[in-house]
């Protein structure tokens, strides 16, 4: 062998080996068991994939729910070194399946019973996806609302007071434009503080004339 094949041979090694090195890398992740799990519920067409995909990165797995042809996307994500699975379920309007893909993620939340639920709403249409988040809290689970779409809600003229929101439901509420990922990190610092320290999901009975709607600017 020459030396101009035998530097050939050489770098080509040296990149199969850092190939190998990057591939097990990815793989890491899903030798071992995830401490914490996240799932990802919604409406079709408020964001959720691109929420999940702003959390997850590039750790991500597609499969087929078993004995259905409904797909499940799975990644996974460090937080404060914890090791979190989240999962990306399809569309669901309510918990009451009326659609095979709403059955399977219902199925999904029942049978595996998440650390926390994260239930991503389009702030334009917030008054017709609470009722979902109402449903989430009374079924027991750890939820958080993420509203995303801030800037199309802000656009129409549309004013979410989110700390009013989230005194009334006793849960985080975290405003999100998925798009350019603003919010991401805080809805990431949520997510670990709610599985850490709990959250007694209790609804709170507010008075006055105050609404939520129409009270404050996000920023």
């Known amino acids: 062998m020459s030396k101009t094949e035998e530097k050939f041979q050489s770098r080509r090694s040296i990149g199969a080996r850092i190939a190998e090195w990057w591939s097990q890398l990815k793989r890491k992740p899903y030798e071992i068991e995830a401490q914490r799990k996240v799932v990802i519920v919604g409406s079709p067409n408020v964001g959720k994939s691109l929420v999940f995909n702003r959390l997850t990165g590039i750790y991500v797995t597609v499969s087929n729910y078993p004995g259905t042809t409904v797909e499940i996307f799975r990644g996974r994500t460090y937080i404060d070194n914890f090791l979190y699975e989240i999962i990306d379920t399809p569309g669901m309007y309510s918990l009451l399946p009326a659609s095979e893909e709403e059955r399977v993620a219902r199925r999904l939340l029942m049978d595996e019973r998440p650390d926390v639920v994260l239930h991503v709403v389009d702030a ?96």
């Open 124 to 219: 334009k249409n917030l008054e017709r996806m609470l009722p979902l988040t109402l449903q989430l809290i009374e079924a027991g689970f750890n939820v958080i609302l993420a509203l995303n779409m801030m800037d199309e809600a802000s656009e129409v003229g549309l004013k979410i007071d989110t700390e009013l929101l989230s005194k009334i439901l006793n849960i985080p509420v975290v405003p999100v434009i998925a798009t350019t990922g603003q919010g991401i990190e805080k809805l990431r610092r949520f997510i670990h503080d709610v599985i850490n320290k709990g959250s007694d999901n209790q609804i709170r009975c507010e008075t006055g004339e105050r609404n939520f709607s129409h009270s404050r600017t996000f920023e």
